[in-house]
């Protein structure tokens, strides 16, 4: 068992602290506009969003571990932890990720998770912190690596290394980085389109690390506008309780005024704008998905059920 792995999120707190607070005083002192930086009660959401993450991640990674647990003691493949094998292990879940991540975008049910990550209209440090309550729904993507052999302790290692990676690049205080950089990883410039609301930019940059997966498989876009961040419909709330859950809420009550089982079934695994044919059009889904994605975009745009607050 690979014990004598570092837990890299927990090292890497005073790093995320430090960093939002440079950043925070950086708009102190030199503002850009109203729109950038920093508002109070965003950022308090974010960071609330964020711990009680801690929390849920605790609960959902018993059930997690136990099948991953289970998977990886049927399987006769074992992958040595080297350093070679750690770098070939990063990079499977970084390809495993991104389809996580495209999925978690065009699939409504997996949106109801993700969306909470995108329900802040502020592009900055604290909005790396705005992490859903419900994740437990990444496990099957990873499914693959733990059936080659992948320890789960290892694939929770790299899963790790991901996700500290993603925090710098929520800044608008990064501008572009040098073409070769631009071209392999994943940056502020490309991170910020993914969070924007515009049509051009819908549904585009799920990499984690490496941007190459996007421009791989036709879902990239560079940035050549100044995005506009959050949902093509916004939520008018701070409370955490409701951004976790508004989603969840609408995919109920959409499922409950469902006319048929195959309309039941497209409000949960359809695109989160679809509707059912000869619906009323929806505002929110403006915009095609990238190359092969099912139903309309919907990255920054659930259907107008799906945003309207009880």
């Known amino acids: 068992m690979p014990s004598n792995l570092p837990d890299v999120v927990l090292w890497s707190i005073p790093a995320f602290v430090l960093l939002t607070v440079v950043e925070m005083v950086s708009y102190r002192l030199h503002p850009d506009d109203e729109a950038a930086g ?5 950022a308090a959401t974010s960071i609330g969003m964020g711990l009680g993450s801690l929390f849920f991640d605790l609960l959902w990674k018993i059930p997690v571990v136990a099948i991953h647990t289970a998977v990886y003691e049927l399987t006769p493949l074992r992958v040595p932890v080297l350093w070679w094998t750690v770098l070939l292990m990063l990079l499977a879940q970084d ?3 991104y389809w996580s991540h495209r999925g978690h975008h065009v699939i409504r049910v997996l949106w109801a998770c993700h969306v909470v990550h995108h329900s ?5 440090l604290s909005t790396a912190l705005r992490q859903p309550w419900t994740a437990f729904s990444s496990w099957p993507f990873y499914l693959p690596m733990i059936a080659c052999g992948v320890h789960p302790a290892a694939l929770a ?3 790790s290394v991901n996700l500290v990676y993603q925090f710098w690049i929520h800044t608008e205080r990064v501008g572009k980085l040098p073409r070769p950089v631009e ?5 502020p410039s490309h991170h910020r389109v993914h969070h924007a609301s515009q049509g051009g930019y819908l549904d585009r940059n799920f990499g984690g690390i490496l941007i190459l997966w996007d421009r791989l498989f036709g879902s990239f876009a560079a940035e050549t506008e100044r995005p506009v961040y959050g949902l093509t419909k916004n939520i008018a709330t701070y409370n955490p309780l409701r951004v976790a859950t508004h ?3 609408a995919i109920v009550r959409d499922v409950r005024s469902a006319a048929d089982w195959r309309e039941r079934a497209g409000r949960l695994f359809r695109g989160p704008g679809w509707q059912p044919q000869g619906a009323a059009p929806v505002a ?3 915009a095609p998905g990238p190359a092969g994605a099912p139903g309309p ?3 920054a745009g659930a259907p107008a059920a799906a945003e309207r607050l009880a």
């Open 297 to 299: 975009a919907g990255t």
């Open 247 to 249: 989603e969840y809420v």
């Open 38 to 42: 920093y508002e109070a009660r965003d």
């Open 95 to 97: 390809f495993c990720y």
């Open 183 to 187: 071209y392999v990883l994943n940056t």
């Open 157 to 159: 290692f790299c899963s």
């Open 120 to 124: 802040s209209r502020k592009f900055n």
């Open 284 to 286: 929110a889904a403006t």
